[in-house]
């Protein structure tokens, strides 16, 4: 069982920063890959970026490349998500998730574990 702690979200003007983190506990793979994803009030869940944790290489979705960057640190056991020059069509509730087959996929039905989401609002 995997367990995943989200935190970090928050209101930030258009064109500011925010740093989510995701904290992993419990068992997993020794290759697997931490997902990003957001989902806005109506609309579905969608892929934003994904790393694998094994080699460090990551993947965006075009709507967020350049602007945001997957990264992590294996002392603590957490992912980050570092969000740039935001915009208000990034706001929505963002989730970490685990795919636990060590290919990076952007589809939600390969992750198997969901942290609890978090909550970011850029307003103009």
């Known amino acids: 069982q995997v367990q995943l702690v989200e935190s970090g979200g928050g209101l930030v003007q258009t064109g500011g920063s925010l740093r989510l983190s995701c904290a992993i506990s419990?068992?997993?793979?020794?290759?697997?890959?931490m997902g990003w994803f957001r989902q806005a009030p109506g609309k579905e869940r969608e892929f934003v970026g994904a790393q694998r944790w094994s080699d460090g290489s990551t993947y965006y979705a075009d709507s967020v490349k350049g602007r945001f960057t997957c990264s992590r640190d294996n002392a603590k056991n957490t992912v980050y998500l570092q969000m740039n020059s935001l915009k208000p069509e990034d706001t929505a509730v963002y989730y970490c998730?685990?795919?636990?087959?060590?290919?990076?996929?952007?589809?939600?039905?390969?992750?198997?574990?969901w942290g609890q989401g978090t909550q970011v609002t850029a307003s103009s």
């Open positions: 419990g068992r997993t793979y020794s290759s697997f890959v």
């Open positions: 998730a685990v795919d636990q087959t060590g290919h990076i996929h952007t589809t939600k039905v390969w992750y198997d574990y």
